[in-house]
């Protein structure tokens, strides 16, 4: 057990022939006594200091342990954040290539239709290009036939057109009877 100022205070020395001069060995005692007695509280001022650093110690541990458990959990998130973000990029990629070629196909499918329209039009109108030209032609060698030239040559009085048409309704009228 440690000495206390107590103990250096109650020590009794005992006395011999030519010994240390009492007064002084007192003396000296009263001084260890002081010096002890600072020392012990000096002791105890840093066993506080000591218990409320490590306190503190303690709480910045457990603040510290608490900090690193929210940063793994916050990794963790932004981890899990990030593999859905990549994962629904590569879905709305793969659905807009869909869409895409989707597009793309449907257009050409109707270019396709379009052209063999364009195709079929043509033929249409190269076929009623050659009728229609053979029409005109027809007509062209109508008007240019000799009959239309005969028609004009052919003189007919209008008093003789009467005539005949009466002799010809009179001989309809007596076969009729």
Known sequence: MPL?????????????????DEDEVNEFLD???KDYEIIIRDKKDLEER???LEEKLKHFSNIEETLNKSILVAQEAAEEVKSNAQKEAKLIIRE?????DRIVNEALSKARKIAL???????????????????IEAQL??????????????????????SI???????????NN
């Open 4 to 20: 206390t100022p107590l103990d250096i205070h109650n020590k009794e020395f005992s006395k011999s022939f030519r010994g240390y």
């Open 31 to 33: 001084q260890v006594i």
């Open 50 to 52: 000591v218990k409320d």
């Open 96 to 100: 807009a290539e869909k869409n895409a």
């Open 117 to 135: 329209e364009i195709e079929d039009l043509k033929k249409q109108s190269k076929v009623f290009r050659n009728r229609f030209k053979m029409l």
């Open 141 to 162: 060698e109508m008007v240019n036939s000799k009959d239309w030239d005969q028609l004009m040559e052919f003189d007919i009085d209008a008093t003789e057109l009467k």
């Open 165 to 175: 048409a009466e002799e010809e309704e009179l001989h309809f009228s007596t076969q």
